[in-house]
């Protein structure tokens, strides 16, 4: 696959937001050397599981980097620890009309809420450059009592390296009867690398999460239900497979 990533630092609200688009060709070359179109299904099935590693990865990197700890997660998100929830919502300009739109045609699902990105969005203002921007996030930071400085104890609050993960613990975790097969009783790949990347606050290297989830799969106590060429398909846990065998048995 032949992809262009764009990193940017703002929201479409300028808020500071550091995130990547990922501009995917649709071609790949296939293995008899034939450049063909991609199957775009495939590509957003992967979608929210991609965003969830890459939350991860850039959690182990501002962690390595700046030694910043995190808040619990929540959906593959993380905050800060040390930054207050109001200044959070302060700075959520982008959050704030999407609700506002929401609040105004009265949906609020979560397909109201893509409605509701693609009508308010605009065109980011370029007119800035690094060092306005710094000074317009002052002042407004300023507005809620949030001295820039005070970023000084966000910083070194745990020793700038990666976090030691707890793998035997996350795959303890996950087969359990709170962890994949919490609400539903069977799961995919794409299941496992999202809640992997759910159990490390501090982050991990998508690498690592896929080895997490390759060696979740050789665990006796994971089967396999239906296989997908070289990868798994789809899967569950040797208790749901007992509990459904009770089930059809009448016991």
Same mark, same amino acid.
């Given at each position: 696959?032949?992809?262009?990533?764009?990193?940017?630092?703002?929201?479409?609200?300028?808020?500071?937001?550091?995130?990547?688009?990922?501009?995917?060709? +649709?071609?790949?070359?296939? *293995?008899?050397?034939?450049? =063909?179109?991609? %199957?775009?299904?495939?590509?957003?099935?992967?979608?929210?599981?991609?965003?969830?590693?890459?939350?991860?990865?850039? @959690?182990? #990197?501002?962690?390595?980097?700046? *030694?910043?700890?995190?808040?619990?997660? &929540? +959906?593959?998100?993380? %905050?800060?620890?040390?930054?207050?929830? /109001?200044?959070?919502?302060?700075? $959520?300009?982008? &959050? &704030?009309?999407i609700a506002e739109h929401l609040d105004k045609v009265g949906f609020r699902s979560a397909r109201a809420a893509q409605i509701a990105a693609l009508?308010?969005?605009?065109?980011?203002?370029?007119?800035?450059? *690094?060092?306005?921007? =710094?000074?317009?996030?002052?002042? &407004?930071?300023?507005?809620?009592?949030?001295?820039?400085?005070?970023?000084?104890?966000?910083?070194?609050?745990?020793?700038?390296?990666?976090?030691?993960?707890d793998r035997d613990g996350i795959g303890a975790d996950l087969v359990s009867d709170m962890g994949l097969t919490r609400q539903a009783s069977t799961?995919?790949?794409? %299941?496992?690398?999202?809640?992997?990347?759910?159990?490390?606050?501090?982050?991990? $290297?998508?690498?690592?999460?896929?080895?997490?989830? /390759?060696?979740?799969?050789? @665990?006796?106590?994971?089967?396999?239900?239906? #296989? $997908?060429?070289?990868?798994? *398909?789809?899967?569950?846990?040797? $208790?749901? @497979? =007992?509990?459904?065998?009770?089930?059809?048995?009448?016991?």
């Open positions: 696959m032949i992809a262009a990533g764009f990193r940017h630092r703002t929201s479409r609200a300028g808020d500071p937001h550091l995130h990547t688009h990922m501009l995917v060709a +649709n071609m790949a070359q296939c *293995g008899d050397g034939q450049w =063909r179109t991609l %199957d775009g299904r495939v590509l957003f099935q992967y979608a929210r599981t991609a965003g969830f590693l890459y939350e991860a990865h850039l @959690r182990q #990197e501002l962690t390595v980097r700046l *030694g910043v700890e995190w808040t619990p997660m &929540k +959906n593959g998100i993380a %905050d800060l620890v040390g930054i207050d929830q /109001d200044v959070l919502d302060h700075f $959520s300009d982008r &959050k &704030k009309e009508e308010t969005r605009r065109a980011k203002d370029t007119s800035l450059d *690094g060092v306005a921007m =710094r000074q317009v996030w002052q002042a &407004k930071a300023a507005a809620v009592g949030f001295d820039p400085a005070r970023l000084a104890e966000v910083v070194g609050r745990v020793p700038a390296r990666a976090a030691v993960i799961f995919t790949r794409r %299941d496992v690398l999202r809640a992997i990347a759910d159990r490390v606050p501090a982050g991990a $290297s998508v690498a690592q999460i896929e080895d997490m989830a /390759d060696g979740l799969f050789t @665990r006796p106590d994971v089967v396999r239900l239906v #296989e $997908s060429g070289d990868a798994p *398909g789809l899967l569950a846990t040797t $208790s749901i @497979r =007992r509990a459904d065998g009770k089930l059809v048995a009448g016991g």
